[in-house]
């Protein structure tokens, strides 16, 4: 059914054909609706004139009363300006006008009271306005009375064909009107009263023009309500209708491989974490369906073995699996450290990255698709068009922050049937997020790290204290233990990064000598296989210091290293930190994270400072780091194809997020199909998303 809301922009009163294809161009406007839901961005009370001479911050939109005392055109050609002197009782401004000129001169006269708004500037000893809002003050009108009045973001383009914020408010009230007894609910009746929520209509009237701030408040929360108990119901359905129509392979069997692993080879016994979580992954794969699933699990909790005994579950059901992680040293480390795991149990594993070797890399193809390998494990290598396995059955991607969705969707163009997927990322989605953004993965948790670790101590310093770093660093090599030491990469100035790290090197080398100490050195520039070589070095004890980049960033296993000291921390990123501070702490003994910064910090970069200094908990940290960097920089969300919201916000309405997703899962399972009568608006959203959703493949 077409909705009233539907109407394309151009039959509104006051717009027609070429203002319309403006307003599409410039602010996605195409129908009543998307106007409708063009928000103010801030309102101004207009019953607050403020007194000229009280005028004292050029950040804030201000309504301020007064007569023009003087108007002189200024200038000549391009820099020709109109400039009016304004004046209350306490003192004057300036008005500048550099556009229509003729209009201006024209339209404004001296002895009358006009309400000015804007934004000022101090230019000259003086503040002036530009291209301010300007009206006649007329004391019986209704606008004064209105208390709030709305301010919409606009451009340069619009403001000329007339869509001022001014503009755009006129229209506003024309739409309003037009639409008056033709909006129709979207939520059903009992969310409504359930909630304490006001009406669609009676939102979408007072979110532009409210008469209280009470009112305002009311339309707010509605209208944030809605915006998020419908990206709730787009992810939630999406979930349920891909696990009913997508089937999957059946994994019914736990078989010899997992159980003899299990029994014989593990080399500790799982973390409670660790087997609720393998539970749940089994769980997932007998049911017949498709598993997509994500594993949240902060650094060192485990997940690499959770990983592998799929892998053994996959085997043991007659398939193959892969696993993908994002750098090669990871790659080429949990090879190593799964093979060797694995002993002698009769399973084929190989190691498939850029460097293979091409002889290596064609015998490996060969062997995948004759059923010879059962667990590869590589970088992107794995993905490229040529790789095809027999039956792969199970994906492992890991660190997940590091690949785009395209290539986990490439993943499964692989088969007919596409394999289960279990993404691993050890970069904590803050849990709003991952209810925002991920509400179409299933998600598992390891809240629990591996028993006997210390809590890692975590320490700032100046750089002016390197010499009691330097001790320290001494100290610990003196017990036994490895150090790293970091130096950050920032990709505009590689040369000068390296500079840096050679430079800190040469010190570092100056400090600990030969023959008594060894110092690897890892970086980007270097060849794969020097760069293993050293991580080799280092991973077996023989080297005392390894100083690099963040190469070592992810998944790096050297139990007995004990310091890291991150130089130049204050140039890092709060996820960043916190996977480097992981790579220490992994064995029994204390470990320290040592966070260099030189003495004049930014704010942010004390707040992250301090942040990691209080805190080892990923969670909190990535919830740090959202508060200080907003959503819209978070990494791999960008290529997600995030959603936009227009009024709801991620971080300050957590509990609504919360709350929504509870009323949908809810809904959802009362009444799948969307048939009782109240829920008859849902059923309305989906029929309408379907038809797009359809239009949009066709074409
Ligand atoms: P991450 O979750 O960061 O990928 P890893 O899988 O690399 O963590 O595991 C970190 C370290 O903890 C490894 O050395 C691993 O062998 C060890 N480990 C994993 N599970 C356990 C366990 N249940 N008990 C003791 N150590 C464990
Ligand atoms: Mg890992």
Not at 53 to 73: A, C, K, P, Q, S
Not at 263 to 276: E, G
Not at 608 to 615: A, E, H, Y
Request: charged share 25%; glycine share 6%.
């Amino acid at each position: 059914m077409e909705s009233y809301l539907d109407k394309k922009i151009e039959n509104l009163k006051g717009v027609g054909p070429a203002r319309a294809t403006l307003l599409q161009r410039e602010i996605g406007i195409f129908t009543y609706g998307d106007l409708l839901s063009y928000y103010p961005f801030r309102y101004v009370d207009r019953t607050r004139f403020v007194p000229i001479r009280e005028i004292n911050d050029t950040n804030v939109y201000l309504v301020v009363r007064g007569y023009i005392t003087r108007l002189e055109l200024l200038g000549t050609g391009r820099t020709q300006r109109m400039v009016a002197t304004f004046s209350d009782s306490t003192g004057s401004m300036e008005l500048v006008w550099f556009k229509g000129l003729k209009w201006i001169q024209d339209y404004l006269k001296k002895d009358v009271e006009y309400i000015v708004m804007g934004k000022p500037t101090f230019f000259n000893g003086k503040y002036s306005m530009s291209h301010p809002d300007m009206e006649v003050l007329r004391p019986n009108d209704d606008a004064i009375k209105q208390t709030f009045m709305p301010i919409y973001s606009s451009t340069e383009k619009l403001r000329v064909q007339g869509f001022s914020t001014k503009g755009i408010s006129k229209l506003m009230r024309t739409l309003l009107m037009e639409v008056q007894g033709r909006v129709p609910e979207t939520l059903p009746q009992s969310v409504l009263q359930s909630n304490g929520l006001i009406s669609k209509a009676e939102a979408v009237k007072a979110i532009h023009f409210p008469d209280s701030n009470e009112m305002l408040q009311k339309a707010v929360y509605r209208l944030k309500f809605e915006e998020l108990f419908f990206l709730q119901l787009d992810y939630q359905y999406a979930k349920k209708d891909r696990k009913e129509r997508t089937s999957g392979f059946l994994f019914d069997t736990v078989g010899d491989c997992f159980n003899r692993f299990y029994k014989d080879y593990l080399p500790f016994s799982l973390t409670n974490a660790q087997k609720r979580v393998v539970k749940e992954i089994r769980a997932d794969m007998k049911t017949g369906m498709q598993m997509n699933r994500l594993l949240q699990g902060d650094v060192g909790s485990g997940k690499t073995l959770v990983a592998l005994l799929c892998m053994l579950i996959a085997k043991d059901n007659g398939f193959q699996s892969c696993m993908m992680a994002p750098t090669e040293i990871l790659a080429t480390q949990h090879y190593l450290g799964i093979t060797k795991m694995l002993g002698d149990l009769p399973i084929t594993t190989a190691l498939l990255t850029g460097s293979t070797k091409v002889a290596e890399k064609r015998k490996i193809k060969q062997q995948l698709q004759n059923n010879e390998i059962d667990i590869l494990i590589g970088t992107h290598a794995l993905i490229e068009d040529d790789v095809k396995f027999f039956n792969l059955g199970f994906v492992v991607i890991d660190e997940q922050h590091r690949f785009g969705v395209e290539q986990r969707a490439k993943m499964w163009t692989k088969n007919q049937i596409p394999p289960h997927v279990l993404v691993m990322t050890a970069t904590p989605i803050p849990r709003t997020l991952a209810m925002t953004f991920y509400g179409d993965l299933d998600c598992s948790i390891i809240d629990e790290l591996p028993p006997g670790r210390k809590p890692i101590k975590t320490i700032h310093q100046y750089d002016s204290d390197r010499l009691k770093v330097f001790a320290f660093m001494e100290r610990q090599i003196a017990l036994g233990r490895q150090v790293y030491v970091v130096y950050p990469l920032i990709n505009e100035s590689e040369k000068l990064d390296l500079k840096d790290l050679m430079d800190g090197y040469e010190s570092i080398s100056r400090r600990f000598p030969l023959p008594k100490y060894q110092i690897s050195i890892v970086h980007g520039q270097m060849k794969p296989a020097d760069k293993d070589f050293e991580m080799e070095r280092f991973k077996q004890g023989k080297t005392h210091i390894m100083v690099s980049t963040t190469v070592i960033e992810v998944g790096v296993d050297v139990p007995n290293a004990t310091v890291m000291v991150i130089e130049n921390s204050e140039r890092f990123g709060l996820a960043q930190l916190h996977q480097l501070r992981g790579r220490v702490g992994r064995g029994g003994e204390q470990s320290y994270c040592i966070l260099m910064t030189t003495d004049k910090l930014s704010f942010d970069g004390k707040e992250r400072i301090s942040t990691m200094v209080r805190t080892n908990d990923g969670f909190e940290i990535s919830e740090a780091d959202l508060r200080l960097r907003g959503p819209g920089d978070l990494q791999g969300l960008q290529q997600s194809g995030v959603v936009h919201l227009k009024i709801a916000d991620i971080v300050k309405d957590e509990s609504l997020i919360r709350l929504t997703r509870d009323i949908v899962t809810f809904i959802l399972q009362q009444d799948p199909k969307m048939m009782m009568q109240d829920n008859y608006p849902l059923q309305q959203y989906l029929q309408k998303k379907n038809m797009t959703l359809n239009w949009s493949k066709i074409s």
